[in-house]
Antibody
Framework: QVQLVQSGAEVKKPGASVMVSCKAS????????LHWVRQAPGQGLEWMGI????????TYAQNFQGRVTMTRDTSTSTVYMELSSLRSEDSAVYYC???????????WGQGTLVTVSS | SSELTQDPAVSVALGQTVRITCQGD??????ANWYQQKPGQAPVLVIY???NRPSGIPDRFSGSSSGNTASLTITGAQAEDEADYYC???????????FGGGTKLTVL
């Protein structure tokens, strides 16, 4: 079965960077794009960007341009999301999620809580 | 506009029918997808495209669209349907750039 297993919770100081990993299994890793979506406490969902695991190409949401980097490792079927220059407003649960077809997300990771606090 | 607008909260009596709506200009060109999220859990896709249900989603969930408004209808709401519901829509590149603000559904 399809599984997206994310790395554990992180606590970071303002100005630092965080990297969250997402290991995919149960399907052909390079056949489906993967998204990153975040959710601040008590808030809605916010799309951050997408990566093509096959070629590594990325598209980032305008709100995160210059601060986010998405990469992948095909040897381990893992994608990574690094967010830099963290501020308190970046405290959120970060999800990786599989794109079934043209923006339809069919599987989600369990989420990774990132807390930014001095 | 690049926004999707949802009512913050909706309630329905057990066993009755409820419609959750999502408005936005992008919906004139693209279908909405709907996700259910229960507290402490990741979202779950319940409706996508014109009116498609993933495997395992009960047929009491259905979707429709007219003009700039998409709707998620639950016919015969159950207690387990109490959750937050989010719509989203893609852009011309196929990216789900926009999510609605979410609707909290309470089943009375």
């Amino acid at each position: 079965q399809v599984q997206l297993v994310q790395s554990g919770a992180e606590v970071k100081k303002p100005g630092a960077s965080v990297m969250v990993s997402c290991k995919a299994s149960g399907y052909t890793f390079t056949s489906y794009f993967l998204h990153w979506v975040r959710q601040a406490p008590g808030q809605g969902l916010e799309w951050m960007g997408i990566i093509n695991p096959s070629g590594g190409s990325t598209t980032y949401a305008q709100n995160f341009q210059g601060r986010v980097t998405m990469t992948r490792d095909t040897s381990t079927s893992t994608v990574y999301m690094e967010l830099s220059s963290l501020r308190s407003e970046d405290s959120a649960v970060y999800y990786c999620a599989r794109d079934m077809v043209r923006g339809v997300i069919d599987y989600w990771g369990q989420g990774t809580l990132v807390t930014v606090s001095s | 506009s690049s926004e999707l607008t949802q009512d913050p909260a909706v309630s329905v009596a057990l066993g009755q029918t409820v419609r959750i709506t999502c408005q936005g200009d992008s919906l004139r060109s693209y279908y909405a997808n709907w996700y259910q999220q229960k507290p402490g859990q990741a979202p779950v896709l319940v409706i996508y495209g014109r009116n498609n249900r993933p495997s395992g989603i009960p047929d009491r969930f259905s979707g429709s669209s007219s003009g700039n408004t998409a709707s998620l209808t639950i016919t015969g709401a159950q207690a387990e349907d109490e959750a937050d519901y989010y719509c989203n829509s893609r852009d011309s590149s196929g990216n789900p750039r926009m999510f609605g603000g979410g609707t909290k559904l309470t089943v009375l």
